[in-house]
């Protein structure tokens, strides 16, 4: 069993940034892909970044190219989303969550482990 605690949400200004922290319990994340997911008001759930076990691969979500960056560090047991150039549209509860496979997925359904989320509000 893996549990999973999201910190690093707040309010921030449009342009501005945040990092993301996610620190493992229970079992080390060494041999899981991570990813972060979120969830606006009235919206469906959404891939956002993921990062494969080893940290050499990572994938993002079209909206956050360029601004977001996944990283873990197997040391700490921790996965980080860096957010620069936030957006009022970034404003969403972010969900951090391992995935039983090694590889970074955008699907939801691969992972097996979800954090309780941490709230970031971007405003304009």
């Known amino acids: 069993q893996v549990q999973l605690v999201e910190s690093g949400g707040g309010l921030v200004q449009a342009g501005g940034s945040l990092r993301l922290s996610c620190a493992a319990s229970?079992?080390?994340?060494?041999?899981?892909?991570m990813g972060w997911f979120r969830q606006a008001p009235g919206q469906e759930r959404e891939f956002v970044a993921a990062?494969?076990?080893?940290?050499?691969?990572?994938d993002y979500a079209d909206s956050v190219k360029g601004r977001f960056t996944i990283s873990r560090d197997r040391v700490k047991n921790m996965v980080f989303l860096q957010m620069n150039s936030l957006k009022p549209e970034d404003t969403a509860v972010y969900y951090c969550?391992?995935?039983?496979?090694?590889?970074?997925?955008?699907?939801?359904?691969?992972?097996?482990?979800w954090g309780q989320g941490t709230q970031v509000t971007v405003s304009s």
């Open positions: 969550a391992a995935s039983g496979s090694r590889r970074a997925t955008i699907t939801s359904a691969e992972y097996a482990y």
């Open positions: 229970g079992r080390t994340l060494s041999s899981y892909a």
């Open positions: 990062i494969s076990w080893g940290g050499s691969s990572t």
